[in-house]
Each structure stands twice: as structure tokens, then as C-alpha cells.
């Protein structure tokens, strides 16, 4: 994929899954608003096991399948890419069906023995057959990825997020009963329709698709050769992102008990889990959709440069997606740490949630390093350093987390120490293993610059807010906002004066 095509397709998708997180972020709201603070702790403890099993269905099909796509596709080998379609579409749905089934009739001791609130019982079961419309829709949209056709999963994704929030708009106002229960329910039945519509129209829209490839005369691989193509890469990503997610999960299922440790009553720790997470976080890592847009096409880009063993144009582009990870991260922590509590007022109508939003906002700079480097490794073929370092990360914030939050003076804020902490130990792993294979070094005078302008940013912002104290305060915030990630465009304008990569 040449320079200006990655950009315009990764400025395309960046602006439809803005678009798609806008709603997201907006269905959060209502959600909060809908489910209060006890209700989206309690919404968030559900949440990891259906994750925990997304994983164990279907984890790291849409990366195997964008990344075998793109190469079917660079040599122009169409056939082979709608028998792998066909092939990988009929082996998930099975697979997910008996996943599904399971979940099911175990979902009552899932509740209280796991969970140990057997009010999530009935929202384990209506997120079965999303299990199984997202086993299959994340196929296709691997698929369309990996043929750069960003704009129709993007669209549909768009579509899901406003279903979803009408759904639980209708529903939520038609119900008799208001309890927490009821409402946390509502909000997974909102979800599963959503993923069965999207699932529909990505299927209408692949066979439209499918009809433009001319016949080739090449062979066509076996089934089982196919499959195990697939396989190989989205095993190690499956392992990974099972184990990961079920260490995430425990460190959900934790929280309340180790805030109960701390001193919190177990419906207050609920809540205070709520803000942080459901709220807090929520807040801080939205621009992250800018990271994962760009990660999304860097994996079959970057396929598709080493499979023509072009290592400088790889070289270039993984430290301009890094830079732009660190900018971008950057600017989040100062815009977060400026106005935190006019942020959880903007978004949320509460008054509680500064010191969250503000020591949440900590993570940025990391998290959004590592999410870049993950996407780099993907594109290398690494996923078995995938899986070995984010289990190391994995571990290490379950270890924190634990001793952290039991401990009355810090309680929930353990969580964003345990994150930085992980992060920084993976993100150098990470760039280590990168650099074995891709010899590239880091740009002092870049490293100069993002570090005297994050400065700048925090400084400049700090001093905008103090001279704006009498201007509404939406109008101000969004000002600030729109300021402070201006610093971020700055950052990217300048270049090294020598342009090396080795």
C-alpha cells in the first residue's frame, strides 16, 4: 500500500470510527444516565465474561484474516480468498454455536459462583447469540480490512452503534420495572440486535463484492490447507487474547472484594468502579480510536511490505505510527489533567469524577504507545511475542491491582498505577522485539521535540483555562479540546532535519 493510500484509507476509517465512537461514547452516556453509577459497575462485571468468550470464539480472525486477504489479494489470487471465506465463515459458526450453548446453561452458576452477583445471570444469556453473530461478522470484516473496502464495515459499524442506542432508548422507557437488573439486561438485548444487523448487512455486502473478482486460472488450495493458513496466525492471538482477557477479568471480578478490603461497602465500591471505568476511562482512552483505526490497516500494510521485502518503507512507517501514538497521548493527558471535572460534568452531568478522569488520564501516553506496538508486531507476523508479552503485562497488572487497590489510601486509583506500570514494562519488550527485525532508531531530535511541546501543551492550556474562567463552560471545554490537540497536528508538521531510519 503506497504512502498516500495508508494515509487516505487510514484518515477515512479514523473519521467513521470517530463517527462510530461519538455513538459509542453517546450510548455510554445514556447508559450511565439510564443505568446510574451501581448500574455500570454492575453492566461492567458482565461485560469481561462475554469478552472472555468473544476471545475463545473468534479471537484474532479479523487480524489472520486481513493479513492473508491482502496477500491473496497482492497476487492477485481472488479464488483462494473467498474459499478461505467460505472456509473459516462455516468452521466459526459451528465453533460459536457450541461456545454459545454452553454459556448458556452454565450461565446461572457463571452468575453466582464467577460473578458472584446472580443478577447477571439473564444478561449472560442474552449475550449468546451475539457470541455467534460476532464469530461470524468478524470474518467479513477481516475480509474487507484486508481489500482496503475500510468505508463498509466502518458504515455498518456506524449503523450497529445508532440501532443499539435506539434499542435501549425504546426499551428502557417501555419498561415497567426500573431495577438495576431489568435495565442491565435491556442493555445487552440492545447490543444483540445490533450485532444481528450488522452481521446481515456485512454479509450483503460481501457477496456484492465477491462479484467483482474476475476468474483466475490458479490452483485453489484444499480446505484443510486454508484453514490451518488462518489457524496458525489467529491461534497465538486467541491464546493470547483469551488469556489476557480472563486475567482482565479477574482483575474485574476483584475490584469490588479488594474494595471491600480497602474499606468501600460492596454496592459504594460498585459505583466507585463505575465512575473509574465505566466513566473515567471511557473518557481518557476515546481518542484511542485514532490508534486503532491506523493499527487496523498497518497490519496488512505491513504484510504486504515485507512480503516485498521493502524493510525501509516498513522502517518509516512504524516510527511515524509511534510518533503519532505518543503525540496523541500526550495531548489526552493534558487536556484530561486541565479540565477533569468539567469533563465528567460535559459528558456524564456529574461533579464527582475530576480526580478519576485526572489520574485515569495518566495511562494515555502508554496505552497508546503499546496498543501501536501490538499492531506493529501483528504486521511482522510476531503473534507469538503478542502472546508471551501481553501475558507478561497481563500478570504484572493483576499482581499490582491486587495489592494496590486493597490498600485504604489508594483503592481504585491502584488501577491506573497497575496499567502505567504494565505498560511501560510491555511497551519496552515490545519495541525491543521490533527492533530485532526492523533496525530502526530513534530520532533524538523528535524525542526533543514531543517532549518540549507536551510541555508547552500542558502550560498553554493550563493558562487558557485560567483566562477563560468567565466563559461558559461548555464553549470553554470544547476550546480547550479543540486547543489541546491542535499541539497534537503541530507535533506531526515537524520533521527531522536528516530523514534516517537506520
Not at 91 to 113: C, D, E, H
Not at 194 to 217: A, D, H, N, Q, R
Given at each position: 500500500?503506497?504512502?498516500?493510500?495508508?494515509y487516505?484509507?487510514?484518515?477515512?476509517?479514523?473519521?467513521?470510527?470517530?463517527?462510530t465512537?461519538?455513538l459509542?461514547?453517546?450510548?455510554?452516556?445514556?447508559?450511565?444516565?439510564?443505568?446510574?453509577a451501581?448500574?455500570?459497575?454492575l453492566?461492567?462485571l458482565v461485560?469481561p465474561i462475554?469478552?472472555?468468550?468473544?476471545?475463545?470464539?473468534c479471537?484474532?480472525i479479523?487480524?489472520?484474516?486481513?493479513?492473508?486477504?491482502?496477500?491473496?489479494?497482492d497476487?492477485k489470487d481472488?479464488g483462494n480468498?473467498?474459499k478461505?471465506?467460505?472456509?473459516?465463515?462455516?468452521?466459526?459458526?459451528?465453533?460459536?454455536?457450541i461456545?454459545?450453548?454452553?454459556?448458556f446453561?452454565?450461565?446461572?452458576?457463571?452468575?453466582?459462583?464467577?460473578?458472584?452477583d446472580?443478577r447477571?445471570?439473564?444478561?449472560?444469556r442474552?449475550?449468546?447469540p451475539?457470541m455467534?453473530?460476532?464469530?461470524?461478522?468478524?470474518i467479513?470484516?477481516?475480509?474487507?480490512?484486508?481489500?482496503?473496502e475500510?468505508?463498509?464495515?466502518?458504515?455498518?459499524?456506524?449503523?450497529?452503534?445508532?440501532?443499539?442506542?435506539t434499542v435501549?432508548?425504546i426499551?428502557?422507557?417501555?419498561?415497567?420495572?426500573?431495577?438495576?437488573?431489568?435495565?442491565v439486561?435491556?442493555a445487552?438485548v440492545?447490543l444483540?440486535?445490533?450485532?444481528?444487523?450488522?452481521?446481515?448487512?456485512?454479509?450483503?455486502y460481501y457477496k456484492?463484492?465477491?462479484?467483482?473478482?474476475?476468474?483466475?486460472?490458479k490452483?485453489?488450495?484444499?480446505?484443510?490447507?486454508?484453514?490451518?493458513?488462518v489457524?496458525?496466525?489467529s491461534?497465538?492471538?486467541?491464546?493470547?487474547?483469551?488469556?489476557?482477557t480472563a486475567?482482565?477479568?479477574?482483575?474485574?471480578?476483584?475490584?469490588?472484594r479488594?474494595?471491600v478490603?480497602?474499606g468501600?461497602?460492596?454496592?459504594?465500591?460498585?459505583s466507585v468502579i463505575?465512575?473509574f471505568?465505566g466513566?473515567?476511562?471511557?473518557?481518557v482512552?476515546?481518542p484511542m480510536?485514532?490508534?486503532g483505526?491506523?493499527?487496523?490497516?498497518?497490519?496488512?500494510d505491513l504484510?504486504q511490505?515485507?512480503n516485498?521485502?521493502?524493510?525501509?518503507?516498513?522502517?518509516?512507517?512504524i516510527?511515524?505510527?509511534?510518533?503519532?501514538?505518543i503525540?496523541?497521548?500526550l495531548?489526552?493527558?493534558?487536556?484530561?489533567?486541565?479540565?477533569?471535572t468539567?469533563?465528567?460534568?460535559?459528558?456524564y452531568?456529574?461533579?464527582?469524577?475530576?480526580?478519576?478522569?485526572r489520574?485515569?488520564?495518566?495511562?494515555?501516553?502508554?496505552?497508546?504507545?503499546?496498543?501501536?506496538t501490538?499492531?506493529?508486531l501483528?504486521?511482522?507476523s510476531k503473534q507469538?511475542?503478542?502472546?508471551?508479552?501481553s501475558?507478561i503485562?497481563?500478570?504484572?497488572?493483576?499482581?499490582c491491582l491486587?495489592?494496590?487497590t486493597?490498600i485504604?489510601?489508594?483503592?481504585?486509583?491502584?488501577?491506573?498505577?497497575?496499567?502505567?506500570?504494565?505498560?511501560?514494562?510491555?511497551?519496552?519488550?515490545n519495541i525491543?522485539?521490533?527492533?530485532?527485525?526492523?533496525?530502526f532508531?530513534?530520532?533524538f531530535?523528535?524525542?526533543?521535540?514531543?517532549f518540549l511541546?507536551?510541555i508547552?501543551c500542558?502550560?498553554t492550556?493550563?493558562?487558557t483555562?485560567?483566562?477563560?474562567?468567565d466563559?461558559?463552560s461548555?464553549?470553554?471545554?470544547?476550546?480547550?479540546?479543540?486547543?489541546?490537540?491542535?499541539?497534537?497536528?503541530i507535533?506531526?508538521?515537524?520533521?527531522?532535519?536528516?530523514?534516517?531510519?537506520?
Amino acid at each position: 500500500m503506497s504512502n498516500k493510500s495508508f494515509y487516505k484509507n487510514s484518515f477515512m476509517l479514523i473519521l467513521s470510527n470517530l463517527t462510530t465512537g461519538v455513538l459509542g461514547f453517546l450510548f455510554s452516556i445514556i447508559l450511565s444516565r439510564s443505568l446510574g453509577a451501581e448500574g455500570m459497575g454492575l453492566y461492567g462485571l458482565v461485560m469481561p465474561i462475554y469478552n472472555l468468550f468473544i476471545c475463545l470464539i473468534c479471537g484474532g480472525i479479523v487480524t489472520a484474516i486481513s493479513k492473508i486477504s491482502a496477500i491473496y489479494i497482492d497476487n492477485k489470487d481472488f479464488g483462494n480468498v473467498k474459499k478461505t471465506i467460505k472456509t473459516i465463515f462455516t468452521f466459526n459458526i459451528m465453533w460459536g454455536i457450541i461456545i454459545a450453548f454452553i454459556v448458556f446453561l452454565l450461565a446461572p452458576n457463571i452468575s453466582s459462583v464467577i460473578i458472584k452477583d446472580s443478577r447477571t445471570a439473564l444478561a449472560l444469556r442474552i449475550t449468546c447469540p451475539a457470541m455467534v453473530f460476532i464469530a461470524a461478522s468478524n470474518i467479513l470484516k477481516g475480509y474487507f480490512y484486508g481489500t482496503a473496502e475500510i468505508m463498509v464495515p466502518a458504515i455498518i459499524d456506524i449503523f450497529e452503534k445508532s440501532v443499539r442506542i435506539t434499542v435501549i432508548l425504546i426499551l428502557s422507557n417501555m419498561l415497567k420495572s426500573k431495577s438495576v437488573t431489568s435495565l442491565v439486561t435491556v442493555a445487552y438485548v440492545a447490543l444483540c440486535i445490533g450485532e444481528f444487523i450488522s452481521l446481515i448487512l456485512l454479509y450483503i455486502y460481501y457477496k456484492k463484492s465477491t462479484k467483482k473478482f474476475p476468474v483466475t486460472p490458479k490452483t485453489l488450495d484444499s480446505k484443510i490447507q486454508l484453514l490451518f493458513n488462518v489457524l496458525v496466525i489467529s491461534i497465538p492471538l486467541c491464546l493470547n487474547g483469551f488469556l489476557t482477557t480472563a486475567l482482565d477479568s479477574v482483575c474485574t471480578l476483584m475490584l469490588p472484594r479488594r474494595l471491600v478490603k480497602a474499606g468501600i461497602e460492596y454496592t459504594s465500591g460498585l459505583s466507585v468502579i463505575g465512575k473509574f471505568t465505566g466513566m473515567s476511562m471511557t473518557i481518557v482512552f476515546f481518542p484511542m480510536i485514532i490508534i486503532g483505526s491506523i493499527s487496523t490497516l498497518l497490519i496488512p500494510d505491513l504484510s504486504q511490505t515485507i512480503n516485498k521485502k521493502n524493510y525501509c518503507a516498513a522502517c518509516i512507517r512504524i516510527k511515524e505510527v509511534l510518533k503519532i501514538a505518543i503525540l496523541l497521548g500526550l495531548c489526552t493527558t493534558a487536556i484530561c489533567n486541565t479540565i477533569p471535572t468539567e469533563l465528567g460534568y460535559m459528558f456524564y452531568n456529574r461533579y464527582d469524577l475530576g480526580s478519576f478522569i485526572r489520574f485515569a488520564s495518566i495511562c494515555a501516553p502508554f496505552v497508546y504507545c503499546l496498543g501501536s506496538t501490538y499492531g506493529i508486531l501483528n504486521g511482522i507476523s510476531k503473534q507469538s511475542i503478542i502472546l508471551r508479552n501481553s501475558l507478561i503485562g497481563a500478570v504484572i497488572e493483576t499482581s499490582c491491582l491486587y495489592v494496590l487497590t486493597g490498600i485504604p489510601s489508594i483503592n481504585i486509583f491502584g488501577y491506573s498505577i497497575s496499567v502505567v506500570l504494565s505498560s511501560i514494562i510491555v511497551l519496552f519488550l515490545n519495541i525491543k522485539e521490533i527492533k530485532r527485525h526492523i533496525n530502526f532508531r530513534f530520532d533524538f531530535f523528535q524525542i526533543i521535540l514531543i517532549f518540549l511541546l507536551s510541555i508547552l501543551c500542558f502550560l498553554t492550556l493550563r493558562l487558557t483555562n485560567g483566562l477563560l474562567l468567565d466563559v461558559h463552560s461548555t464553549f470553554k471545554n470544547i476550546f480547550i479540546i479543540l486547543l489541546g490537540f491542535s499541539f497534537f497536528f503541530i507535533g506531526l508538521i515537524f520533521k527531522s532535519p536528516k530523514n534516517e531510519y537506520y
